[in-house]
């Protein structure tokens, strides 16, 4: 796929964060003959998240009648896709829940100041041992957080046990540790809105099997429409570690994963990608309701590697 000039952009500025390097932070229907997926080749999980699937693009079955999940006809591959194959596209499905109002209901004003500070700098094990000795249920959160919303070995005993077991995970568990995910849920501790947030089983199967796309040497170019808290972009952002590579967020709200992938300490590992870039946009308005210049400077047909979808 093309990828314009203006998806490398210059690397992030750097701050030390407890001895490491670490750089500041930084949805609609289309009309006929556009989609900013362009000639990407189109594979996702099916509803038994089939081991053979591949996953180049992960998206909604609805989609499909605008472009997602095909290759447009008579548009070249120009690079070749391990494991892609020129065959028929599967069926596809979500891998990132987007709500009709994924906006939230507001932030309980009240509640913000009750939201501890977890230790810093962040690291895995020294987080969930302190977040064992809270207590959650005291603090009048509007939605106290639970151990599941952070602990990767229950996430990945569960419901996609069988898919975790037969794939080499080593990397998607190191960055999914390495990601402050307390920083992404705090907006939903105090608001009491978790629905624009996927859970942490989904959001590491989704790396696993976007993994070897997302770690291309030439760097990717990946867009995650309906990316809630911003997770999956700090993960493919650690997961891509190339300098080269674009990442990209829309949603309806953007406020908060805009403010947390600019925080220092969303990770304890460094990264050479560039900063994610998050765009306010609707799935179901016209060219994903992003303003012209921005979609004809981000969002040209063919642009992206990868794209996750979610509704």
């Excluded at 030390?16 to 932070?25: A, C, H, L």
């Excluded at 100041?113 to 690291?123: A, E, M």
Aim: aromatic content about 8%; proline content about 8%; some cysteine.
């Amino acid at each position: 796929s093309h990828r314009p000039s203006h998806q490398s952009p210059p690397p992030r500025a750097r701050a030390s964060v407890g001895g490491m390097s670490r750089r500041p932070g930084s949805r609609s229907s289309s009309p006929p003959g556009f989609h900013p997926f362009g000639a990407v080749p189109s594979y996702a999980i099916e509803d038994d998240m089939d081991s053979k699937a591949s996953a180049g693009v992960l998206a909604p079955a609805p989609l499909r009648a605008h472009g997602v999940g095909r290759r447009r006809r008579g548009a070249p591959h120009r690079r070749r896709r391990h494991g892609t194959g020129t065959g028929r596209p599967r069926c596809l499905r979500a891998i990132v829940t987007l709500p009709e109002d994924a906006a939230g209901s507001g932030r309980q004003e009240e509640g913000v100041d009750r939201v501890p500070t977890p230790p810093l700098p962040y690291h895995y094990d020294t987080f969930v041992h302190w977040f064992k000795a809270q207590q959650w249920k005291e603090l009048g959160l509007r939605m106290p957080p639970s151990l599941g919303w952070f602990d990767i070995d229950t996430a990945l005993e569960g419901k996609f046990q069988a898919q975790f077991k037969e794939r080499d995970i080593r990397r998607v568990v190191a960055v999914a540790r390495a990601i402050n995910r307390f920083l992404f849920m705090r907006e939903i501790m105090e608001s009491g809105d978790d629905s624009t947030q996927a859970s942490l089983g989904m959001h590491l199967l989704a790396l696993t099997y976007l993994q070897e796309k997302l770690a291309s040497p030439e760097g990717v170019a990946a867009l995650d429409i309906g990316c809630g808290t911003g997770w999956l972009l700090e993960a493919f952002a650690l997961m891509s570690d190339n300098s080269r590579s674009n990442i990209m967020g829309i949603d309806l709200d953007i406020e908060a994963a805009t403010k947390v992938l600019a925080d220092p300490n969303v990770a304890s590992l460094a990264t050479r990608s560039p900063a994610p870039r998050v765009f306010k946009g609707n799935l179901l308005e016209e060219h994903f309701g992003v303003d012209s210049a921005t979609e004809q400077r981000f969002l040209q047909p063919g642009s992206f590697d990868v794209v996750n979808v979610g509704v």
